[in-house]
T-cell receptor, first 112, second 114 residues
Framework: NAGVTQTPKFQVLKTGQSMTLQCAQDMNHNSMYWYRQDPGMGLRLIYYSASEGTTDKGEVPNGYNVSRLNKREFSLRLESAAPSQTSVYFC???????????FGPGTRLTVT | AQSVTQPDIHITVSEGASLELRCNYSYGATPYLFWYVQSPGQGLQLLLKYFSGDTLVQGIKGFEAEFKRSQSSFNLRKPSVHWSDAAEYFCAVGGTGGGNKLTFGTGTQLKVEL
């Protein structure tokens, strides 16, 4: 099993450009999550999907959109990137609502 | 609202010494508690978890943590640290009262001196 995979690993965008971060899991998990990690701030939840067909806002959703494409895939879209969105983005999944979350390797995004 | 405090930003220990990383949480219901470890440039790996039952939980790599409800704490311990334990450690809290969401602390960076 590959676990949680994310693409791309690195990305540089100019202000105003758009992009989609892809995430897939092969563990048959129901719930999936997107976090951003910034120095000194830990991980902050952007959006999550408790099950296929549902999505909900997390702590820092502004400037992002998500799509739960199917049970395996959960994408994060930046419509108009801003320098404040420079961060490392992690996708995670869990089998049930209280379950431990399993993380992907991350995408390092720089917006200039 | 749920929250997690990791009061130590950086900790340095000598190889072979014991380790304790502190974690205090705020949660309105029965908490689920987790410790994760992150090596440079990597994702987060689960070390251990507490849902209920025995308040002393064992994890991978020789780590353990103790849940103390009266102190709202879930401190991580290891009797003898190895150089490969150098990493960043995150405590997280979740539970039925918070839906799916985990709230993470800001992390403790562990340095191991040889």
């Amino acid at each position: 099993n590959a676990g949680v995979t994310q693409t791309p690993k690195f990305q540089v965008l100019k202000t105003g450009q758009s992009m989609t971060l892809q995430c897939a899991q092969d563990m048959n998990h129901n719930s999936m999550y997107w976090y951003r990690q910034d120095p000194g701030m830990g991980l902050r939840l952007i959006y999550y999907s408790a099950s296929e067909g549902t999505t909900d806002k997390g702590e820092v959703p502004n400037g992002y959109n998500v799509s739960r494409l199917n049970k395996r895939e959960f994408s994060l879209r930046l419509e108009s990137a801003a320098p404040s969105q420079t961060s490392v983005y992690f996708c995670a999944s869990s089998y049930e609502r209280k379950g431990e979350q399993y993380f992907g390797p991350g995408t390092r995004l720089t917006v200039t | 609202a749920q929250s997690v405090t990791q009061p130590d930003i950086h900790i340095t220990v000598s190889e072979g010494a014991s380790l304790e990383l502190r974690c205090n949480y705020s949660y309105g219901a029965t908490p689920y508690l987790f410790w994760y470890v992150q090596s440079p440039g990597q994702g987060l790996q689960l070390l251990l978890k507490y849902f209920s039952g025995d308040t002393l939980v064992q994890g991978i790599k020789g780590f353990e943590a103790e849940f103390k409800r009266s102190q709202s704490s879930f401190n991580l311990r290891k009797p003898s640290v190895h150089w490969s334990d150098a990493a960043e450690y995150f405590c997280a809290v979740g539970g039925t009262g918070g839906g799916n969401k985990l709230t993470f602390g800001t992390g403790t960076q562990l340095k191991v001196e040889l």
